[in-house]
């Protein structure tokens, strides 16, 4: 009797160990979606003046980075940027903002229009450093988010007619933002080089003769990529 007890247990407790397994099997890991968030903050360069509004770098970025997301996740962009907007424009727009502290991704580009309007060049020292310190506030405090982008050199345009005064006070400016960037170990991209061949390749101008087109954006883009993907883990 003793023995067919234990014949009798032992079977319960395969089935026990049997029911267990399978219903080991049958879980799936849940996936989650990822809500990336990206804040673009600029000017015209970033507003994509003459240009569809798909068609800016901040946009094709996004079209980029897409690609290499899971199909549930989600991007999203916050774009505070405006033709004309000086570097004091930006960090009031900035501050009208209830912007949280919880971005992913931030991109900066900011200065052509202290230079264009001819503001003391001692106000882009002060208030540069001031927006990235902002940038990186948005980021969640994290310098690693945060991407700067050089000032494109519309000398090299029907507008600017290779102003050499231009080149040079725009190349001032992409100096110390370099500088700046560099000694606070802050990405840097060069997007200027681009913009130079303006004269020599017309495509790369909008329709204005002032501002970049949607090619010479996608240009933009393909320095900027592979920078954003490193950034978000992708």
């Known amino acids: 009797m003793k023995y067919s007890a234990k014949i009798f247990f032992s079977f319960l407790l395969c089935l026990s160990l049997m029911g267990c397994s399978s219903d080991e099997d ?20 970033t507003f994509g003046q003459s240009v569809c509004e798909t068609c800016r770098f901040p946009e094709q970025l996004k079209d980029s980075l897409e690609q290499f997301l899971n199909p549930e996740d989600t991007f999203n962009i916050k774009l505070i940027a405006q033709t004309g907007w000086t570097t004091t424009n930006l960090k009031t727009a900035i501050a009208n903002e209830n912007l949280q502290n919880t971005y992913d991704l931030v991109t900066l580009l900011i200065g052509v229009n202290n230079q264009y309007q001819n503001r003391p060049f001692s106000l882009y020292e002060q208030e540069f450093p001031e927006l990235v310190n902002i940038a990186i506030t948005k980021a969640g405090g994290d310098i690693n988010k945060l991407i700067v982008v050089s000032i494109p050199d519309y000398a090299y345009t029907p507008f600017g007619q290779g102003s050499i005064a231009i080149s040079e006070g725009v190349y001032q400016y992409n100096a110390f933002a370099k500088n700046y960037c560099e000694t606070n170990n802050i990405t840097f991209v060069n ?11 017309p495509e790369l101008v909008a ?3 002032l501002h970049p087109s949607t090619i010479a954006y996608s240009k933009f883009v393909e320095r900027i990529l592979p920078e954003a993907k490193i950034k978000l883990g992708l």
């Not at 997007?191 to 390749?201: E, F, K, S, V, Y």
């Open 207 to 209: 329709n204005d003769g």
């Open 26 to 45: 049958n879980t799936t890991t849940e996936v989650v979606p990822v809500q990336y968030k990206y804040l673009a903050l600029g000017d015209s360069y």
């Open 191 to 201: 997007i200027t080089d681009i913009t130079r061949l303006g004269l020599a390749q």
